[in-house]
């Protein structure tokens, strides 16, 4: 299966991604992850790529596009995969098409994920994750513990910096801008299906699953 996961910042991309790819065994591609852990060990994308994300813009095309050909071409993506923040902008989006071509590979779907913005910035100003195994607390929902260590890796439980109140707002006014085209984009291909993110995990994954499952995949 090669899926897309589409929606604004917080609606649950990530959580969903990584169920998929418990149940399929395909790997979950996230720009964003990537492009963190470029940051963190400072190479030469990471430099690059750390004033945008701190303003909760996006990176450069250029830099995304080069950073996913190297990956889609990985042994493991072979039986498929899910992209989660990628593509973000219409030339990221042909950029993939051409890309896929060259594969000879065809996507089996776009899976656009909707939750209101008022719900979207309650679950990101809440937000937790561990420094070091990216494992995801959140203070209503999964409050970490009270000493901050992630019980998982030992690693320290922070807030991510683009998840304070003025990012967020920029982040979710960059994807009305720059990536909401891409709804109509892949509707044109007739790829695109739109669950309701706005239930709890488990439900939000049956409804992807049924999705795909319409589309007899
Ligand atoms: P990225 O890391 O992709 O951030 P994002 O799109 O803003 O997405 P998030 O990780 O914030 O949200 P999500 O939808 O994955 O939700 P999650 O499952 O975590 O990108 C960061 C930055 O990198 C960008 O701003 C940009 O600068 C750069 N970048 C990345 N990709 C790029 C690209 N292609 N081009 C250019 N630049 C790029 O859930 C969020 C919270 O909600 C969690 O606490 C979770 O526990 C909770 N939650 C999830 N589901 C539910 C539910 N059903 N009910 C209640 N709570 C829930």
Redesign the pocket.
């Given at each position: 299966m090669r899926l897309i996961l589409l929606?604004?910042?917080?609606?649950?991309?990530?959580?969903?991604a990584k169920l998929i790819q418990k149940q399929f065994h395909i790997p979950q591609i996230?720009?964003?992850?990537m492009?963190?852990e470029a940051v963190r060990k400072e190479t030469v994308l990471g430099r690059k790529?750390k004033s945008?994300?701190e303003k909760?813009?996006?990176?450069p095309?250029e830099l995304?596009i080069d950073l996913i050909r190297e990956r889609l071409a990985s042994k493991d993506c072979q039986n498929g995969f899910i992209l989660?923040?990628?593509?973000?902008?219409i030339p990221?989006a042909e950029a993939l098409d051409r890309l896929l071509k060259e594969l000879n590979l065809e996507l089996d779907g776009v899976v656009e994920?909707k939750v209101e913005q008022e719900k979207i910035i309650q679950?990101?100003s809440?937000?937790r994750v561990c420094q070091r195994c990216g494992a995801?607390?959140?203070l209503i929902?999964?409050p970490p513990p009270s000493d901050l260590i992630c019980p998982i890796c030992g690693g320290k439980i922070v807030q991510?910096p683009?998840?304070n109140e003025a990012t967020i707002s920029n982040?979710l006014e960059?994807y009305e801008r720059q990536t909401k085209p891409l709804r109509d984009y892949y509707s044109q291909q007739g790829k695109l299906k739109t669950v309701n993110?706005?239930?709890?995990?488990e439900a939000?994954y049956q409804a992807i699953l049924e999705a795909l499952r319409e589309d007899g995949k």
């Open positions: 929606g604004a910042p917080g609606v649950g991309k990530g959580t969903q996230s720009t964003g992850d492009l963190r790529a945008y994300m909760g813009e996006l990176v095309d995304i989660d923040g990628f593509p973000r902008t990221q994920i679950r990101l809440n937000r995801d607390y959140n929902t999964n991510r683009d998840d982040r960059v993110g706005d239930a709890n995990v939000v």
